[in-house]
């Protein structure tokens, strides 16, 4: 039980106890004037009840030999020690089998894109049916604690983790065990493992094999030949080259060396694809696309990231189209090439919308040339038949451009802007670079470095940051807000796990706090635009700290951190005026989509 101010004043003026702001630490200050045998055991132990200092006391031969020789201690003791609580181990999916590479990009806050080992990407294991190919390792509590006051402190989780059970994969009743239901390959992409039949060609995709359509798992030991057709309800794996050629996926599509298909046919893929580089061709994924060296004169497009951050890195010319972000070491090139580069709606909207709005302009042109035409024929000849012409053929026109307009209209509704998108640049932006956060544009006019594009959601504009080896911005431009966190919580490994969790998402944690009194006094002084709070705190719990902050900022948006024990103060956080809840253990990308729903609302 913490003292009161009464109580306080009621102690021996002798001495005086403090305690660490985490309760884990109480110190002994004796006055200065105060000699040896002036004070005894009793009188040190009055004091501690008094503070109501109970756990973790020095034994009486160490306050005995303190109080003989308090000088050569500077009157001052840690009188008593509790026991922080511990950090338990995060929970692992093991895997029993070799995965690829493909299973480190899950890993939402450690994955690094630039060691990305494209030599593993696409490697087929073998596992036979009923066969247990991964295994979920739960995460773990951590110690109990207790703090000087004898109060219990819970001991912190370990991050969580999810792995969902694809095709062909059986999972265990007590979801940790999964099993093969067929003899094939085992794969891990995008947070799914399944199983799926294999075929493999030796060679080349060519006249001798012909078009393949397999309901598994396609690898080619050679390259697919121009004018030829690859479908896979799993992945494709080409060893070599795509050349002319369609490839259609319902996995991912790995390619060790290159796709280079003239811009005549398409590369799909409805999971994510990796090349080693993508030269003059259209490729779409559903997931994510990541290159190895570069993409050149391509249009690209995918609902996740672009990322080419190994060896050369760079994006030059043509369309590069994502969802969530576009990472490159360079975008652009020193002869200015026009580079056309969009981050923050769905490839397929927008492919949709520039469709409509560039048939949209065809008529629009189409009606210019016509009132062009009849201004002349009205001024020279006055052919009235040729104006009667015209006249209708306006009036086509006219309801062609207002279906138009409402086609993109509706169009427009589904298009959804994602407000944590961003474009970032490990080296060089070049001129002649046109980078696009949803319609908001940064023409590129001087050659820049180290450079991240975001979106200021307050003041809906484009900021520029710097660029930082996980993409995250760390400083705004004098004049821009950036979006930024607070993060208030009694663990530090919280702290630091929420703060890569955060950053990674594009806000910067101005600051953290160990308790709630800090944290509203922090709040006061920066006004963040979220803030994290964890409900079971020492000296202000979160509730309390909740309160303070709403009366500081009614608008304030505010995400409380709970145990399962204190779930049930989670009510009270919603009634108090908390935008949403996060429960330990974590699980990033659950924690993501709980921010992201804040943040957009």
């Not at 590369?267 to 694809?273: F, K, Q």
């Not at 042109?365 to 009849?374: H, L, P, R, S, T």
């Not at 809906?460 to 950036?482: I, N, Q, V």
Request: proline share 2%; charged share 25%; net charge negative.
């Amino acid at each position: 039980m913490t003292p009161t101010a009464k109580e306080l004043m009621e102690k021996d003026p002798r001495l005086r106890i403090n305690v660490s702001r985490d309760h884990i630490t109480a110190y002994l200050h004796v006055n200065n004037n105060v000699k040896n045998g002036d004070i005894d055991l009793g009188d040190i132990r009055g004091s501690l009840a008094a503070h109501h200092v109970t756990y973790g006391i020095k034994d009486t031969e160490k306050l005995s030999v303190f109080l003989e020789n308090m000088d050569l201690y500077d009157h001052t003791l840690i009188v008593a020690a509790g026991r922080p609580f511990s950090l338990g181990d995060d929970a692992r999916i093991e895997f029993l089998f070799e995965a690829d590479a493909r299973a480190a990009l899950e890993d939402e806050l450690s994955a690094s894109l630039d060691s990305f080992d494209f030599r593993s990407v696409g490697r087929i294991a073998s596992v036979k049916k009923g066969q247990v190919i991964a295994r979920k390792i739960p995460a773990t509590q951590g110690e109990e604690g207790v703090t000087v006051y004898g109060q219990k402190l819970p001991g912190e989780w370990g991050m969580d983790v999810t792995m969902q059970a694809g095709a062909n994969v059986a999972v265990s009743q007590n979801g940790l065990d999964f099993m093969a239901d067929i003899d094939g390959a085992p794969i891990v992409s995008r947070g799914v493992l399944r199983v799926d039949p294999v075929l493999i060609v030796e060679g080349d995709v060519d006249f001798e094999t012909g078009n393949i359509s397999f309901a598994g798992t396609v690898a080619v030991r050679g390259s697919i030949l121009d004018g030829f057709t690859v479908q896979a309800a799993g992945d494709v794996i080409v060893e070599n080259t795509v050349q002319a050629a369609t490839v259609d996926a319902g996995g991912d599509v790995v390619v060790r060396r290159g796709i280079l298909t003239r811009a005549k046919t398409r590369v799909t893929a409805d999971g994510s694809i990796f090349a080693r580089f993508i030269e003059n061709s259209i490729v779409e994924a559903e997931g994510d696309v990541v290159v190895e060296t570069a993409i050149m004169n391509s249009d690209v497009r995918c609902n996740g990231s672009v990322i080419a951050l190994s060896g050369e890195g760079a994006i030059m010319g043509g369309q590069t189209l994502a969802f969530d972000s576009v990472i490159a070491k360079s975008i652009g090139s020193t002869a200015s090439v026009k580079t056309y580069v969009q981050a923050g709606y769905r490839y397929d909207v927008q492919k949709q919308y520039l469709d409509a709005m560039g048939k949209l302009r065809s008529v629009q042109k189409q009606m210019a040339e016509v009132k062009k035409n009849y201004d002349f024929i009205s001024n020279t000849s006055g052919d009235f038949d040729k104006l009667g012409e015209l006249r209708g053929l306006a009036m086509k026109l006219l309801k062609i451009q207002k279906q138009m307009q409402d086609d993109i209209t509706e169009i427009n509704n589904g298009r959804i802007f994602n407000q944590l998108a961003s474009i970032d640049v490990e080296n060089t932006l070049y001129p002649g670079a046109s980078l696009l956060l949803g319609d908001a544009r940064y023409n590129v006019v001087k050659e820049t470095g180290f450079a991240a594009i975001k979106w200021d959601s307050e003041n809906r504009s484009l900021y520029m940051t710097t660029f930082d080896e996980s993409g995250r911005g760390k400083h705004s431009r004098p004049g821009k807000r950036a979006r930024t966190a607070l993060i208030i919580d009694d663990s530090k490994s919280v702290r630091k796990t929420m703060a890569l969790i955060l950053e990674k998402m594009g806000l910067r944690v101005v600051a953290e706090a160990e308790d709630g009194a800090e944290g509203v006094a922090i709040y006061r002084e920066t006004r963040p635009t979220l803030v994290t709070c964890d409900i079971a705190m020492v000296n202000m719990n979160g509730v309390e700290a909740l309160q303070e902050i709403r009366t500081i900022n009614p608008r304030a948006k505010v995400i409380m951190i709970s145990s399962n024990r204190d779930k049930k103060k989670v009510l009270d956080c919603v009634m108090a005026g908390a935008e949403d809840y996060i429960l330990k253990p974590f699980v990033p990308k659950k924690v993501m989509t709980v921010i992201r729903s804040v943040l957009e609302k």
